[in-house]
Structures are given as structure tokens and as C-alpha cells.
């Protein structure tokens, strides 16, 4: 009923690699408020996130199939107070992973589902002295080549991508310089 595999609170060195994770009602794989690690190799199918990286830095994630999950790959900077301790989101590359994402047709409040990838960034923090914008083009968040087969589109679906706290289509989301 929770998350397939979570670090939380200052791992560093984490390596999920070789995993088949299924059918959690909660993240697929979840490394929060973490440091370096890796998550490559992975089957996740059918969870909420299939991969989410939350306030963490310094993360590769490579090499994954993700399936039928509501979002695949996600990554938030949450306004927390850790921030003092190095727990923001930054270095972190999503590559090579081929990811096969269902539409979602829903209102706007649901716009976290039937994303293919995703990093969004609370609007304004007390803990924080950067601007939003760098937190998108100034900390090192990087998409690229990764596979995406999307599917179910239509007049009512969500857009697939999120980024600078708007949904995006894949041709905006590359304009951002993702892929």
C-alpha cells in the first residue's frame, strides 16, 4: 500500500538496480531528501509515480523501462526546512529510459496523472533565497534520450509533460531543452 522501494533522509551512495516493482498504491521507486545514488536497470510497472526523486541531488536514473504507471518519471523540490542541509533538488539526469505513458483525461487539479515526466517546484518558499527559474535552469535537471511511447491522447487529456509549473506538450518540453 506504499512505496515499492524508498530511501529517505540523508542516503548517499543508494544503487537500485535489477528491480521489478509493480503495483504499488504508492510511488514506484521513491528516493527522498537523499543524496548520490543511481537507479538504473529497473522494470516499474503500475504504481502512482514510477520513479520520483524529491529534494535530492546528485542522482542518475538510466536505463529503466517504466509501464502503466499514473506518471513515470517525476521529481519535485518541495519547500522544506532541510533545505539548510543540503536537501534540494539538483544534478539530477534522467537518461535512457524508455517509458510507455497512458493520456490522462481529467479536471486540472489532476494534472500529476498520465504524465510522462515531470519536475515541479513549490511556487515560493521561506527556506529558500533562489528564484523558481533557478531551480529549472540554473541547478543541473536534465531529460534526455529517453524513449517515449505515448499513448491515448485526446481532445480531453492532460498534457505529458510538466515543467515551470505548467503542464507541457512534448514540443514545448523539448523547447525547455528536454528531450
Known amino acids: 500500500v506504499g512505496a515499492g522501494l524508498w530511501t529517505d533522509g540523508k542516503n548517499s551512495n543508494v544503487l537500485y538496480e535489477n528491480n521489478t516493482v509493480t503495483d504499488n498504491v504508492g ?10 545514488g543511481e537507479i538504473r536497470n529497473n522494470v516499474v510497472e503500475r504504481n502512482r ?8 541531488r546528485d542522482v542518475k536514473i538510466h536505463h529503466n523501462t517504466l509501464r502503466g504507471n499514473k506518471t ?3 521529481m519535485r523540490n518541495a ?5 539548510n542541509e543540503g536537501h534540494t533538488t539538483r544534478n ?18 489532476e494534472w500529476t496523472q498520465g504524465k510522462a515526466a515531470t519536475f515541479s517546484v513549490a511556487p515560493t518558499c521561506q527556506y529558500w533565497t533562489e528564484s523558481v527559474n533557478d531551480w529549472y535552469d540554473r ?6 534520450n529517453n524513449i517515449y511511447n505515448l499513448s491515448g491522447q485526446t481532445s ?5 509533460f510538466y515543467w ?6 512534448y514540443s514545448q518540453w523539448k523547447s525547455y531543452g528536454q528531450n
Not at 519547500?79 to 533545505?83: F, L, S
Open 27 to 36: 510511488n514506484g521507486i521513491f528516493h527522498e531528501l537523499g543524496f548520490s
Open 49 to 56: 509515480n514510477g520513479i520520483i526523486i524529491t529534494n535530492s
Open 72 to 74: 513515470s518519471l517525476a
Open 79 to 83: 519547500c522544506r526546512r532541510e533545505v
Open 92 to 109: 539530477v539526469e534522467f537518461y535512457s529510459n524508455t517509458v510507455y505513458q497512458k493520456a490522462h483525461v481529467g479536471p486540472g487539479s
Open 139 to 144: 541547478r543541473g535537471i536534465r531529460f534526455y
Open 156 to 160: 480531453g487529456s492532460r498534457p505529458f
Open 164 to 169: 515551470k509549473n505548467a503542464e507541457r506538450t
